[in-house]
């Protein structure tokens, strides 16, 4: 079992930065990859980024702004947010993906919103 929790989520202005955090802990040992998607209000969760082990993958969205990255030994993965645009607003989600081996993971969620 793995257990995640983001934080670093708030309010900020368009423009502005935030870092999110997910901890992860449990069976870290057995986590190959870490991402982190997001869900508007009203709409389906979407895929942010992804870190597998050095390779990043970001939805075009987010390409140029935001950046993933990990810290093995804290089994915590980031999330650099800059140039936040009001259609960033959502609930951020940390993601272990799962695979046909094992099951994946989910947090609970952080709030982020960007006020025009």
């Known amino acids: 079992q793995v257990q995640l929790v983001e934080s670093g989520g708030g309010l900020v202005q368009a423009g502005e930065s935030l870092r999110l955090s997910c901890a992860a802990s449990?069976?870290?040992?057995?986590?190959?990859?870490m991402g982190w998607y997001r869900q508007a209000p009203g709409k389906p969760r979407e895929f942010v980024a992804l870190l597998d082990g050095t390779t990043t993958k970001y939805d075009d969205s987010v390409k140029g702004r935001f950046s993933i990255s990990g810290d093995t030994a804290k089994a915590t993965v980031y999330l650099q947010m800059n140039g936040l645009r009001p259609e960033d607003t959502g609930v951020y989600y940390c993601?272990?993906?799962?695979?046909?081996?094992?099951?994946?993971?989910w947090g609970q969620g952080t709030q982020v919103t960007v006020s025009t």
């Open positions: 993601n272990v993906p799962g695979t046909w081996y094992k099951q994946g993971y």
């Open positions: 449990g069976d870290v040992a057995s986590i190959d990859a």
